[in-house]
């Protein structure tokens, strides 16, 4: 590796000009993509979690179509044994980490970071191969911030971007059995999550990760570690199921003073106004939520310790199919839950995290669209009030 006088920033005499090390010149496509995917022993590993089994045994529930929707997709409301594999970590020695997530020496690119690739890594393979090319390439001479160069790290980048229900249920969780495993490691995250953002900062906060176990980093940066460490999520990506520890670990706090609710007979969650897949006639369903007694919360930005006072103050929780929902983590096993699904949208995502958290799983799925989106998935949809009316009517009754 070439080391290239670089002058200090805002000082250009001579006696301040120091070494620093840059990255060298690599062409990715000389690189090998190691990846579990592709060789599972590619790396020293560990067994972070051993081999499992979880009964999952979904609550009462029920599904509702309005008159124009399809009958898809399917909910599993009988019991079944799951089997989750051993949780694996991973040690790489020196490693260089571009834009948030991309490791890579200079020998190999390392793909294990990518939610992609546990969703579908025979599809997914050729395409994150290329973007983490590309990065490696676009940080060619770029300087190497040293500043965590002798820490062990975790590698735990937000893959799922502004999605709430990937950071909770598979990246939080990581965070915490890696710190448990590595007592002396830190965990690198993007540093708007280090500074406090609202859901993602105060994750880390409520779960008492201290800022001094946090590697805060820029996108635009390269750094260097002693070791980094990449480990499987607690989550079986083919069936949708969070690891019979995930539960357990969101749970293990406690919140301090109390958050001041009004009584209600049921809460509703709105999403936020922009939000997609959002309710289209959002006041006449407002109507409907109030004539029953359900009190209503959003569409701004709640406080995370409010938003869980929510979900465990009531016994029935009202939102729409999405990031929303992900809270149900913190309520009590028993409560209902009542689920407005666009017809074309069928994440089992929630219907699996709804079992795994002892909840009565009830969903009403609408056909009409007020205006398609070019994604499909993201299209606003309108809800049957009087359907909505007559299913609420019988879960407060």
């Known amino acids: ?10 000082n250009r005499s001579a006696r301040d000009i120091s070494m620093q090390v840059r990255v060298p010149d690599l062409d990715p496509t000389r690189l090998a993509g190691a990846s579990k995917h592709l060789d599972p022993n590619y790396a020293p590993a560990t067994v972070i979690l051993p081999a499992t089994s979880a009964l999952r045994k979904p609550g009462p529930g029920r599904v509702w179509h309005d008159q124009a929707a399809g009958r898809a997709p399917g909910r599993r409301f009988s019991p079944r044994r799951i089997q989750f594999a051993a949780t694996l970590a991973r040690v790489i020695d020196q490693p260089f980490l571009a834009t948030e997530m991309v490791l890579f020496d200079h020998n190999r690119i390392y793909l294990d970071t990518s939610i992609e690739m546990e969703y579908s890594s025979g599809k997914s393979m050729l395409d994150v191969k290329e973007r983490f090319s590309a990065a490696v390439a676009a940080s060619s001479g770029f300087p190497v911030n040293h500043r965590f160069g002798k820490e062990t790290v975790l590698i735990s980048h937000h893959e799922g971007g502004s999605t709430w229900g990937h950071y909770l249920v598979q990246s939080i969780p990581r965070m915490l059995v890696f710190l448990d495993a590595f007592p002396k490691g830190k965990i690198a995250v993007p540093a708007w999550h280090a ?52 539960l357990p670990l969101l749970r293990r706090f406690k919140l301090k003073g109390k958050v001041s609710l009004p009584a209600a007979r049921g809460a509703f969650i709105k999403r936020r106004l922009d939000a997609k897949r959002a309710i289209a006639n959002q006041q006449a369903v407002d109507e409907v939520m109030a004539r029953n007694g359900i009190a209503i919360y959003g569409p701004d930005e709640l406080p995370l310790r409010r938003q869980i006072e929510i979900w465990r103050r009531h016994d029935l929780l009202i939102a729409t199919l999405g990031s929303d929902l992900t809270n149900m983590v913190y309520a009590r096993p028993g409560t209902k839950l009542l689920v ?22 009830h969903e009403l799925r609408c056909a009409g669209m007020s205006k398609r989106d070019e994604e499909i998935r993201h299209s606003c949809f309108l809800v049957d009030t009087d359907l909505l009316d007559s299913i609420l009517r019988g879960l407060l009754r």
């Open 1 to 10: 590796m070439q080391l290239t006088p670089v002058l200090q920033e805002g």
């Open 195 to 246: 500074q406090g953002a609202p859901g993602f900062g105060e994750a880390l906060e409520l779960y008492g990760i201290s800022n001094d176990r946090l590697v805060p980093v820029e996108e635009e940066a390269v750094y260097r570690f002693k070791r980094a460490v990449v480990h499987d999520f607690l989550f079986h990506f083919g069936l949708a199921a969070p690891h019979p520890k995930v």
């Open 340 to 361: 407005l699904s666009p017809d074309w949208f069928g994440d089992s995502f929630f219907f699996e995290l709804s079992v795994a958290a002892g909840m009565q799983w």
